[in-house]
């Protein structure tokens, strides 16, 4: 908990580096994933061992039940030929069980008993019979004729011969009426070896039990007479066919069909299944460990390859943001995400240090166009002229005309100057047109008329001063014709968010190229300022759709307008 | 440069780390599913090996063997007297490098150096049947010999005979068990007024020795009517010498041990009595302590005592005395 606050605190610190947030987030959602698989992986995998366990128990039980049973069958049939033979004459049954012995090296001895349990007759594999015998183990009094199997037990008849056996017995009735019970011991020999060879798992084997309990064979015999080992007889007794678990143990238990034999198979859970899915998790646990401590060392190198590049970007930003003149920015290198945003860094920065360098350059430039077009105002010769023409009328006592041309020529020079601002109302412009026209228009003798077109609502608004007078300048210099009636038509208009001023006259024009040329070139006539200043200067003011456009026909007419911005004077901060 | 350099290092070092993760993947996969061990070696070193009794017992040992996957050696003296070959034998086991020695003495001091110098070459020593003095034995196995002497002497108060004249035939005086059965019977009989020791013989363990020593002693001592012997031999010994006398009506044994002769004096009246020791248990255990000491598991005692049963004529053929006196093979 106090983990997650310091963490959730340092992010929001930013103090928590980007690989650490990878490499931890890769961690975490592997590791879940990999917990997920592993549950489900070993659950998967206990239920399949569980049910490989008890199917293979089964498997072995039920082969053994199967030679067994065969085995049963083969002796019920033995008993069934030397039941047969017992109505034979006395040789040849004797014979015959002789041979019998002989063949069957399981069979240890064939036996007649009479009713009373005396010995008759027998038949052994060369074995001396006691002169005495003390408690006849092979013969017990049957109450039927049906086949009696008896539990195991030491056949003790012969000399220095004590084998366990198996008893098989029935009764019969000889010809003479009287009843006789056969008896044949068997040595587990034959079953045994397949028994013992059972195994389930490591040390899971089988036994053979009867429906009492009593073990009739087992592969550990000899440990279970020395009291080592102990079976569930019990518990055996009261399980049905089929598998049974009981504290770790998988008792799988068939009954043969032609006796009360049940053959038990005993395999242990904890070697089948335990072990092997201990041993299987083991083996997981490695690969998951693996994967986790890969994921890590991946994460943290994915982070290192993305995470320290990405920091060296980010000072390279903050340096530029200190001190983007002198900036130098040297491509950071990593992975293709960052190159690009390198790149476009690197790009950006170039951009902006060209934009910087061309606002200072116009900077420069209005700078030096509007102290131009100060000085033209200035411009001496005009001057000169101007007084000149002045003098001349008061020599002549045109006095009145005289003051309204030094009256002219004062409000030119006062809204040329206008407190150094650059920007004044249309108004004012217009005023200054006309006092610069009323000048001209003395001075030219009045050959050429001039209008005014002028729209009220435009008078408010604000222009680059000394705009139309170079207009009109270049109209009556360049374009009228002072041979005839020279005629100039200045408009102001507006025209949706702008305003056009134009200066028309009906001079000799000017072809296509000319125009354009005027607008590139510096052209000083007479010391006065160009179209192309005020185009420059209504371009770095108000942007590039703005300023001047020349349409002309030869000999005809010249249009010049001013394109503008409608500035009000309310927007603008003197 | 510098940074390709660096990412060729991490290839290097990763390509290192999965081959390693994979290496031992693998071994333990294989350590796993194979279970490849070298086999622990057990060498069982006995007084004997023709009896009934130490067969026996080799074949407890040999089951254990199987059961625990071991490598189970069988070795013992041409005769029970021989201490000098079964230290031979222990050294010769050290030297052929066996991990455990399951052991049982025939002198209960002779053997003590062999032993020891066995224990400090760092072999398990565990002791059936017959201890021998040293301290430095990992576990002993064996029927608690002074308790099978008060149960032969159970056995001979038992009878209905008013006057017990006692004979004692025992075997060589040097073997721990032998002297500890003895103790144990007279201790148990001789406060008993009806019991009488007539003689007490100490032999060789052999059938003809017993045999001849049992003659002379009741050619002696006409009047012995119990004879208490200690071994599987000296037991058949004592059953001839009966037999030869003739005098299995009026003599009581009360012998030691069996086999199939020893059996059928049971059951033919040589012998009265039989106290049977557990020789499979004997040498399955031994063997199963040795596996577990070597396996470092938890030994909750040192000493074991397997059972005896007193097995007499009318019990013989009882289902659970069955198993006691025959093996099965």
Avoid at chain 1, 276 to 281: F, K, L, N, Q, Y
Avoid at chain 1, 303 to 317: G, V
Avoid at chain 2, 56 to 66: E, I, K, L, R, W
Avoid at chain 2, 291 to 315: A, F, P, Q, S, V
Wanted: hydrophobic share 40%; proline share 1%.
């Amino acid at each position: 908990m106090k983990l997650k606050t310091n963490i959730l605190k340092k992010i929001r610190e930013r103090r928590i580096s980007l690989s650490f947030v990878m490499t931890g987030l890769v961690v975490c959602i592997v590791l879940v994933a990999c917990v997920i698989g592993v549950i489900v992986f070993t659950y998967c995998y206990v239920n399949s061992m569980e049910e490989n366990a008890v199917t293979s128990s089964e498997q072995a039980v039920s082969q053994v039940r199967n030679m067994v049973s065969h085995y049963t069958e083969d002796m019920q049939g033995i008993m069934e030929m030397v039941r047969i033979n017992m109505g034979e004459a006395q040789e040849e049954r004797s014979e015959f069980f002789q041979n019998l012995i002989d063949i069957r090296k399981d069979v240890e001895a064939i036996t007649v008993h009479s009713e009373e349990g005396k010995l008759i007759a027998y038949w052994s594999n060369g074995q001396e019979l006691k002169e005495q015998i003390h408690t006849n183990l092979s013969y017990k009094k049957l109450e039927d004729e049906g086949l009696f199997i008896s539990v195991p037990h030491v056949q003790n008849l012969f000399k220095n011969y004590y084998p366990w056996v198996v008893t098989f017995s029935q009764r019969i009735k000889t010809e003479d009426g009287e009843n006789i019970q056969v008896s044949m011991d068997i040595r587990f020999s034959n079953i045994a070896s397949y028994v013992d060879k059972v195994g389930i798992g490591a040390h899971g084997y089988c036994f053979i039990a009867d429906t009492d309990g009593n073990i009739v064979y087992h592969p550990q015999q000899q440990l279970i007479y020395a009291g080592l080992k102990e079976e569930q007889s019990e518990k055996i007794r009261t399980y049905r066919d089929g598998s049974h678990t009981f504290n770790g143990v998988i008792y799988t238990i068939h009954t043969l069909e032609n006796c009360d034999w049940r053959i038990v198979g005993v395999s242990y859970v904890d070697e089948l299944v335990t072990v092997r899915v201990s041993g299987m998790i083991r083996v997981v646990m490695f690969v998951v460990i693996t994967v986790v401590v890969t994921t890590v060392l991946a994460g943290v190198l994915l982070a290192k390859s993305f995470s320290k590049p990405a920091k060296e970007l980010a000072a390279a930003m903050r340096r530029f943001v200190r001190e983007a003149e002198s900036f130098e920015f040297y491509p950071v290198k990593g992975t293709e995400e960052i190159v690009a945003l390198s790149d476009s860094f690197g790009h950006m920065v170039l951009q902006i240090q060209e934009l910087m360098e061309k606002v200072r350059n116009e900077e420069i430039t209005l700078r030096k166009t509007e102290l131009n077009a100060l000085q033209a105002q200035i411009n001496p010769h005009f001057l000169y002229n101007t007084l000149d023409s002045i003098a001349w009328m008061c020599e002549v006592g045109r006095t009145k005309e005289a003051i309204e041309m030094v009256n002219a020529l004062a409000r030119l020079f006062r809204i040329s100057i206008s407190k150094g601002h650059e920007l004044i109302t249309v108004k004012q412009e217009l005023q200054h047109a006309e006092c610069y026209l009323k000048i001209q228009k003395f001075r030219y003798k009045s050959q050429f008329n001039y209008t005014f077109q002028v729209e009220e609502s435009c008078l408010g608004y604000l222009c680059n001063k000394i705009t139309l007078q170079p207009l009109i300048e270049n109209a009556i210099v360049h374009g009228l014709d002072l041979s005839e009636e020279g005629e100039i038509l200045i408009e102001v208009f507006e025209e949706e968010q702008d305003i056009i001023m134009t200066v028309y006259d009906n001079g000799v024009g000017m072809s296509t190229e000319q125009c354009e040329e005027i607008l590139q070139k510096d052209v000083h006539q007479k010391g006065g300022i160009g179209i192309k200043n005020v185009n420059d200067r209504i371009k770095i003011y108000f942007g590039e759709q703005y300023g001047v456009t020349i349409s002309s026909e030869l000999d005809e007419w010249t249009k010049v307008e001013i394109r503008m911005p409608k500035i009000s004077e309310e927007s603008y901060e003197m | 440069m510098k940074c390709n350099r660096k990412s060729k290092m991490i290839v290097f070092f990763l390509s290192i780390y999965f081959v390693i993760n994979v290496c031992c993947a693998c071994s333990i996969t294989e350590k796993e599913w194979t279970g490849e061990h070298s086999k622990i070696q057990v060498a069982v070193i006995a007084k004997s090996t023709t009896s009934a009794y130490w067969k026996t017992t080799f074949a407890g040992a040999s089951a254990a063997g199987t059961e625990y996957n071991l490598d189970v050696s069988f070795e013992g003296p041409e005769n029970e007297e021989d201490y000098e070959t079964q230290n031979q034998m222990i050294r010769k086991a050290v030297e052929n490098g066996v991990d455990a020695i399951v052991f049982s003495a025939v002198d209960y001091n002779a053997n003590v150096e062999a032993v020891n110098e066995a224990v400090s070459a760092g072999v398990k020593i565990v002791i059936i049947d017959s201890d021998v003095n040293s301290d430095l034995v990992s576990a002993r196995i064996s029927t608690d010999n002074y308790k099978a002497g008060k149960m032969v002497g159970e056995a001979v108060l038992s009878g209905t005979e008013e006057v017990l004249q006692v004979g004692i035939v025992n075997f060589d005086e040097h073997s721990e068990n032998g002297q500890q059965r003895e103790k144990g019977f007279l201790d148990y009989v001789e406060a008993n007024e009806r019991v009488t020791i007539v003689s007490s013989v100490n032999v060789n363990s052999t059938i003809e020795e017993a045999k001849a020593a049992t003659i002379k002693m009741l050619k002696e001592q006409p009047q012995i009517n119990i004879i208490v012997t200690f071994n599987e031999w000296t037991s058949l010994g004592v059953g001839y010498a009966v037999q030869e006398l003739d005098v299995a009506d009026k003599t009581r044994v009360v012998a030691f041990d069996s086999n199939v002769v020893s059996v059928g004096m049971l059951e033919t009246g040589e012998v009265d009595a039989l106290v049977v020791q557990n020789p499979y248990a004997m040498g399955y255990l031994g063997v199963e302590y040795a596996w577990m000491l070597l396996n470092d598991d938890k030994i909750r005692e040192t000493n074991i005592d397997t059972t005896t049963t007193l097995i007499t004529r009318d019990n013989m053929y009882a289902p659970e005395n069955q198993k006691v006196l025959f093996s099965f093979e």
